[in-house]
């Protein structure tokens, strides 16, 4: 694994959301779910793609809390345009577990 300096782990942004909206993503190449998420007043809502359907459903993710890379550049998925990077950690059988924030107000910042 690379070494990254101290000023490149500064650049990244993880901010802390929760989840106002979820739905499917049928024209994903890989099962996903499309998530808006309110990261607070200093950033707004986002959208972002995540590949999360084993675990989670559309209606179990709305209002949950969850952390995301909130600087990176846009990116195209099919037909949607996702804002953030949505962060998790596979568990035992490769499943994306969400990384959660705790209790923290919307945008706070990983620090």
Do not use: H, W
Request: aromatic share 8%.
């Amino acid at each position: 694994m690379d070494k990254i300096t101290f000023d490149d782990f500064l650049n990244v942004d993880i901010r802390s959301g929760t989840v106002i909206s979820a739905e499917p993503f049928p024209e994903a190449r890989k099962p996903a779910i499309k998530l808006q998420v309110d990261f607070g007043s200093e950033i707004g809502v986002k959208k972002s793609s995540a590949q999360i359907t084993e675990l989670y459903t559309c209606d179990g993710l709305v209002g949950r809390r969850l952390m995301a890379v909130v600087n990176f550049p846009p990116r195209q998925i099919g037909p949607f345009m996702s804002d953030v990077l949505v962060l998790g950690f596979p568990d035992g059988e490769g499943r994306i577990v969400l990384a959660s924030p705790g209790d923290v107000p919307n945008g706070a910042r990983l620090a």
